[in-house]
């Protein structure tokens, strides 16, 4: 399963990963839903003049990636206390245009939005190919990162 991280600038930021349905060593593929408390990762600084966006460490572009971001959580469950934004990233499956993913060399790129929250998750998608199941049900595996910016 793909690693996120935050860049901008020469600042870097691994998200923490808080769902994902994805295969296991053991062959099976497992669904982890959000946990509470939710714990959201240290504040990272957003350069405005820089280039801010989130790498994935995977060379394969998702089908769908969406950011959420949220003004507040809960100081308790980490929870988040609004309903949020939701911006639609442009993949080779969806045209949108709040932020786009690309591929860099091994890394999935995907363009930060402008006009996000300080809490945001990055949600990505990937379609997994009959020949490649583990379980022939479940045709896309995915994976959600919680980011705390500033």
Known sequence: MPIAEFVSGSQRQQGLRVAYRWSSGAGRVV???PREPVKWPSPAARRADSDTRID????????????RSY????????????TGIVRLCDTPAINAVACRTQL?????????PIGLGPY?????????????????????YSASW?????
């Open 104 to 112: 860099d060399g091994q890394t999935i790129r995907v363009d930060l």
């Open 120 to 140: 945001v998750v990055l949600y990505a998608e990937w379609y997994v190919p009959k020949n490649m199941r583990i379980d022939p049900s479940i045709s896309s």
């Open 56 to 67: 994935l460490d995977t060379a394969v572009e998702p089908v769908r990636a969406e950011f």
């Open 146 to 150: 919680a980011f705390h910016l500033r």
């Open 31 to 33: 669904d982890r839903a």
């Open 71 to 82: 003004r507040a959580v809960d100081a308790r469950t980490g929870v988040p206390t609004d």
